[in-house]
């Protein structure tokens, strides 16, 4: 046949061993080398594909049966390469399955806590993301971008003096004190919490619609803040009584 076809005919071949990978005893060195096929034809499909939606034969490929399969490798970089496929694809629940899985077999790889990190982040569950890049810092104590990152996380959760504190950690690693990346996270830290002090001011001075515009424009960067979103719920409940 012509090479279009051949190809087509090949990707097919890749996708049915993913699909039934799991109903197999493979070895580990077949299913990597398996993934690996697999990949290339996730990310040839991919850059043809218009749609922005999740192929069909992509969630036939990634089956519960594959997960389980992955879930009983002993190689890390099999496991990470199996995560990042999933992370692709949406599939963030089981990709985080599979970091866990991963950090068991490799608990010193910063690489693994990285990814978690960044999972949980796109999840939401920022209280497991703070645990993973703690996990991070401890493993590189050196490495500034684990303090920024694990600063951004706080900042997300409205938790201004972890913020501070790790900011001077970061400095301290570094031993550059006003690095160009230290002075716009302590500038932002600044500006927030000026911000939520205008807040809680306004509300108290019978300003709730000033209020609002204050909370509204704290939450771009505190998203989940409890103490934000409880001031929020007073200002709401503050202007509806003014109707």
């Known amino acids: ?40 034809s996730n990310r040839a499909a991919s850059e043809e594909s ?31 390469d199996a995560a990042n496929e999933l992370h692709r694809f949406g599939r963030f629940s089981d990709a985080i399955r599979l970091y866990d899985r991963a950090i068991q077999v490799e608990p010193d790889n910063v690489i693994n806590f990285q990814a978690r990190m960044a999972l949980y982040m796109r999840a939401g569950s920022l ?22 990152r694990l600063s951004s996380i706080h900042m997300r959760l409205g938790e201004y003096d972890e913020v501070r504190a790790n900011l001077a950690a970061a400095a301290d690693a570094s031993g550059i004190v006003n690095s160009a990346s230290l002075e716009m996270a302590h500038e932002k830290l600044l500006k927030v919490e000026t911000t939520v002090h205008e807040a809680m001011q306004a509300l108290q001075a019978g300003q709730p619609v000033e209020s609002m515009k204050c909370i509204e424009a704290a939450l771009v960067d505190c998203d989940k803040s409890e103490v934000l979103h409880r001031l929020r719920n007073e200002a709401l409940s503050a202007v509806a009584a003014l109707s």
């Not at 197999?24 to 299913?31: C, D, F, T």
Request: charged fraction near 25%; charge should be negative; glycine fraction near 8%.
């Open 50 to 80: 218009e749609s922005s939606e999740m192929p069909e034969i992509t969630m036939k490929r990634f089956s519960e049966a594959w997960v389980h399969e992955i879930l009983t490798a002993e190689n890390g970089e099999l496991i990470r």
């Open 1 to 40: 046949g012509s090479p279009a076809s051949l190809e087509g005919a090949s990707a097919g071949k890749h996708r049915q061993e993913l699909v039934f990978i799991g109903d197999s005893h493979m070895n580990e060195g077949k299913i990597l080398a398996a993934l690996s096929r697999c990949i290339v």
């Open 127 to 148: 209280k497991n993301a703070v645990a993973d890049a703690k996990s991070c810092i401890r493993l590189r104590p050196a490495f500034v971008p684990g303090y920024l």
